[in-house]
């Protein structure tokens, strides 16, 4: 069946660093791809997605790109603030064998640091 | 346009008891999809509804049952509540116009269910 697999959390970082959240999957058919992020206390928030290979899927500053060689779609940001910190959920919708169905990954928990 | 509503927003059971919870999809739109999470399991599909028929059902005992009513709007039940059914139950509805089963996917901002 499909699944998805993210990077073992948590990840801590200064504000203005790097960011970059893995995300690998199995699909049988040809998904969409997201990620959400969930704010304590609050449901999920869609981030950005992409439908296709090769689309890049952005907002808000951060960024992923859909890669079917890799079946990957890492999310990158150039520099987190503090107000992004969250758990941010990876996840895929395969239409043809699954309906509306999505499949997430286990989270992953960023804390930025002032 | 208003988002995703759920109701409660807290609840608080024995086990034993039974639970009915309230979704209130995006104006205009068709689906609605529940999923369970919890610390351990992650997040977790229960079933879709579509035009008051359900379309999709995940690996959850017959205790967990839903329906949509016409207007739309979603329930779920769970019937003879265990400790493990504690967690945040989220509702997402989806536009799904046409033949397209993959649109974007709206959450509310989900139930707290603590059963004691």
């Known amino acids: 069946g499909d699944s998805v697999t993210q990077m073992e959390g948590p990840v801590t970082l200064s504000e203005e660093a790097f960011l970059t959240i893995n995300c690998t999957y199995t699909a049988t058919g040809y998904p969409s791809l997201f990620w959400y992020v969930q704010y304590p206390g609050e449901g999920l928030q869609l981030l950005l997605k992409?439908?296709?290979?090769?689309d890049k899927g952005s907002n808000k500053g951060f960024e992923a790109t859909y890669r079917k060689e890799t079946t990957s779609f890492h999310l990158e940001k150039g520099s987190v603030q503090v107000s992004d910190s969250a758990v941010y959920f990876c996840a895929l919708s395969d239409g043809e064998t699954s309906g509306s169905r999505l499949t997430f990954g286990e989270g992953t928990q960023l804390t930025v640091n002032p | 346009k208003a988002g995703v509503t759920q109701t409660p927003r807290y609840l608080i059971k024995t086990r034993g008891q039974q639970v009915t919870l309230s979704c209130s999809p995006i104006?205009?739109?068709?689906?609605v999809s529940w999923y369970q999470q919890t610390p351990g399991q992650g997040l977790q599909f229960l079933f879709e509804?579509?035009?008051?028929?359900?379309?999709n059902k995940g690996n959850f005992p017959g205790r967990f049952s839903g329906r949509q009513f016409s207007n739309s709007r979603s329930e779920m039940n769970v019937s003879t509540l265990e400790l493990g059914d504690s967690a945040l139950y989220l509702c997402?509805?989806?536009?799904?116009?046409?033949?397209?089963?993959?649109?974007?996917?709206?959450f509310g901002p989900g139930t707290r269910l603590t059963v004691l």
């Open positions: 509804y579509f035009s008051e028929t359900q379309r």
């Open positions: 997402a509805s989806s536009l799904n116009k046409g033949r397209k089963r993959t649109d974007t996917q709206y």
């Open positions: 992409a439908t296709k290979a090769d």
């Open positions: 104006s205009g739109h068709r689906s």
